[in-house]
């Protein structure tokens, strides 16, 4: 009898243990989406506020631009990729001219003689485009996104949170449907 209560008592608290355990996951659970929409927030404000140069040696800042939307794509002229990238975004540019999107290509750390010559010869249309073209020596904001690949495209909202981040080429028409969708939610 000894041996069977004994049992019963081990159940039960091995029972009260897993229980605390699971509830006690389910409240961090919760508690987590609040911490992480406060430090994107704080990181987007950091981002937002750096200044990047445009190629004609412009200021350009997320913070004082009006669009509600952001897609931006690191690039480089080593990159296999980034010429049909850049030519998508170009097209979408020219395409949502008019819609509250602004289209950014931020330079992975080259010089500006590298980037205008890779530009006049690969995508020419580009130098005269809505697509703005930031240079970004230090390349902060690969390292700030946490870029791993080449191209990368992150579509944010005006305050700066990062709704998706695409680590792969994304082409013309996938890129609308996303665009689309994140409008819709609002």
């Known amino acids: 009898m000894t041996i069977e209560r004994d049992s019963k008592t081990t159940l039960l608290i ?7 355990g699971v509830v006690t996951i389910f409240i961090l659970q919760q508690q987590r989406p609040d911490s ?12 937002f506020s750096y200044t990047y140069l445009t190629l004609n040696e412009q200021p350009f800042r997320f913070t004082e631009q009006t669009a509600e939307w952001f897609v ?9 990729d980034c ?4 030519q998508t975004l170009h097209a979408l540019a020219a395409l949502l001219s008019s819609s509250d999107t602004q ?10 003689g590298t980037i205008q010559q890779y530009l006049k010869i690969v995508t020419p249309e580009l130098l005269q485009s809505d697509l703005v073209v930031l240079k970004d020596p230090a390349d902060y904001w690969y390292r700030n996104y946490e ?34 969708a994140l409008a819709n939610e609002g």
């Open 14 to 20: 091995i029972g009260s243990i897993l229980i605390i």
């Open 36 to 47: 992480i929409a406060e430090e994107r927030s704080a990181e987007a404000e950091a981002h």
């Open 72 to 80: 931006v794509t690191s690039w480089a002229s080593w990159c296999p």
């Open 83 to 86: 010429a049909v990238q850049l």
């Open 103 to 112: 289209f950014v290509a931020v330079n992975r750390g080259e010089n500006p």
């Open 147 to 180: 870029g791993r690949t080449m191209p990368e495209t992150i579509i944010m909202n005006s305050a700066g949170v990062v709704r998706e981040h695409i680590r792969r080429p994304i082409g013309e028409e996938e890129l609308k449907a996303l665009l689309a």
